[in-house]
């Protein structure tokens, strides 16, 4: 049976002592297995990918092809295109009610270089960040590649597995500069209320650390619409992406709103890192606030919520528990302790034997993360069908 846990490289004396402390990216080694035995011939159905299935918007693609016409494919500014930065702040004030200067925008390569760059901008050798566990795994290692160090803190049903206001406070230390929540948080698809969000930036106000809020999942929330952070305070870093709701995973853009007083440490740090984003991707990108591609977003959200409203109750009937809905995302989050109290093995088992793709919990940290999987709703409904059926006879052998 192969084995993705910390392959590789990890003898060579040469390497950096982050990279033994760096964990692989298990989902992403899964998708990778499972593509290369579907590229054998296997069939495949993968409900691991975090990534949407529909294409990107065609709006967006018309206008990266009218770029490529021009053929005048650039370096630009490191904070991002000037049109962008504001397109996005119209955004702020179309879909939220939000003022904010263009100038606060940092447009970034994915939310993933945003995320490396706020990191980058506030910690100092062995800083602490608190976060949930579980939680985005790519956020403890950004953490561990710019020194500082991860204070996971166990989540479960009772706070909706997110961080509360209580929780951050009990594990604030005087080596604590910042916290990192989600919401809709990715595994578990739930959201934090704008209550707690409240208490949450007062707490970390009061401790004057930094908040860093990401809404990568916004626009995907179902019967209910998330409020950003930014109508609560300023003094915020909140992460966004045109990764999930705008269907550009491969074209790698997103963004950062930043208090006004770090942009220019962001700046620098992006003008060394990567020098600029995408030109193309920004010039693409221009058309996904057109009310024609939010119109086909809204759609694909509505399909995304009759996969999710298929798929829940088929894993409850499992006997996958799953104590909260989740109302975001397109991830359900669920306890497999019926099955097994080592989740990897399952899910290669699962894989090898039925050909299901499905994440194990141990990607997304510790807490009881061998009594957990995640499934991913972005298939259509036939294809989750036929994974659920797959699964159920194996579950029956
Ligand atoms: C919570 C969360 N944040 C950030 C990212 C990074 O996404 P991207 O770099 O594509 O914007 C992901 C990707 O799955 C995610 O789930």
Redesign the pocket.
Known sequence: MPNFENKKFLTDSRLADRVADIHSFIVVDFITRAKAMEAAGKSIVNLAV??PDFETPSPIVKAAMETLKVNSIRYGPSLGSDALREKISDWYETKYGVDLSPGRVAV????????LLVMGVLLSPKDEVIMADP??P??RHIVRAMEGRTRSVPVGPNTGYQLTADLIAEHWTDRTVAAIV?S????TGTLISHEEMKKICSFVESKSGSLIV?E??HGLTFGLDAKTVLEITQNVFV??????YFG??GW???WIVAPELFINAIEKLAQNLYISNSDIAQQAALAAFDPKTIEMAEGNRKKYQQQREFLLPRLKNLGFIIPIDPQG?FYIYSDCSAFTGDSYSFCLDVLENVGVAIAPGIDFGNYRAKEHVRFSYTKPINVLKEGLDRLESYLKR
Do not use: Q
């Open positions: 975090g990534e970034t390569s994915g939310s993933s270089a945003g995320l939680g985005y790519c956020n989600a809709p948080s990715n595994p990401d990568i999942y992460i966004n992406s045109f990764s999930k550009m995973t790698r853009l997103g995302a």
